[in-house]
Structures are given as C-alpha cells and as structure tokens.
C-alpha cells in the first residue's frame, strides 16, 4: 500500500477557549473543510487501491 494512504484523516481544528470573531471563524471552518476534502481524495485512493489489488489478485487465481 502507498505510504501517503497509511496516513490517518486530520483531526478538526481545536477551538480556543476565547469568543471567535467571524474572520476566526470562518478560517477554522476552512481549514477543517479542507482538511474534509483531503481526506476523502485519500480514503477515495485507498478504496481504488484494494479495488486495482483485488481484481489483480482476482486475475492471477483464474490463470
């Protein structure tokens, strides 16, 4: 398996304690959807990845 695709999703941005201000917020939000949207195109590879070794593996037992 790739390395990259061992790697596990990022966790959501800790918030601070202190009131956020709408920029704040909104920064936060951002990083935690990006970090949504990595983690899908990398659980996404990984999913392609078992599915190219299963046919693979699949290929091999009928010759």
């Known amino acids: 398996m790739p390395a990259g695709l061992r790697q596990g999703c990022a966790r959501p941005v800790p ?8 920029r704040e917020v909104e920064t936060l939000w951002a990083a935690d959807r990006a970090a949504l949207v990595r ?8 999913v392609t990845f078992y599915q190219a070794l299963a046919a693979t593996l ?3 037992d009928r010759s």
Do not use: E
């Open 15 to 22: 918030l601070p304690a202190a009131p956020l201000t709408q």
């Open 39 to 46: 983690c899908g195109l990398s659980l996404h590879a990984l």
């Open 58 to 60: 699949g290929a091999a």
